[in-house]
């Protein structure tokens, strides 16, 4: 059975950083993108930021590029979202996505993996 667990959410003020990591289990995703989206109650889930097989290029919402950096560690299986900077508008549930089965990163009716999600709440 597969499983994305997310961890590293949490309170943070303004300006502040945290990193969220997604580990995978039951079976290796080295060979395909791997990203995240996030969602506010009421709304939409928005995607974020993916990334390539093997490191090989990355994807960012204008909302948060600069700000936010995806990465992987495929011996781990695992991705990381480091987030700087944060802005209570980043406040949401951040929800760790694998193995897109179209091209549109951004749409996460294209994503089949998705883990249970983990909070980040930023105050001002």
């Known amino acids: 059975q597969v499983q994305l667990v997310e961890s590293g959410g949490g309170l943070v003020q303004a300006g502040g950083s945290l990193r969220l990591s997604c580990t995978a289990s039951?079976?290796?995703?080295?060979?395909?993108?791997m990203g995240w989206f996030r969602q506010v109650s009421g709304s939409e889930r928005e995607f974020v930021a993916a990334?390539?097989?093997?490191?090989?290029?990355?994807y960012y919402a204008d909302s948060v590029k600069g700000r936010f950096t995806i990465s992987r560690d495929d011996a781990k299986n695992t991705v990381y979202l480091q987030m700087n900077s944060l802005k209570p508008e980043d406040t949401a549930v951040y929800y760790c996505?694998?193995?897109?089965?179209?091209?549109?990163?951004?749409?996460?009716?294209?994503?089949?993996?998705w883990g249970q999600g983990t909070q980040v709440t930023v105050s001002s």
């Open positions: 990334i390539r097989r093997s490191s090989g290029g990355t």
């Open positions: 039951g079976r290796t995703f080295s060979g395909h993108k």
């Open positions: 996505v694998a193995q897109i089965e179209g091209i549109t990163v951004t749409l996460p009716t294209q994503w089949k993996y």
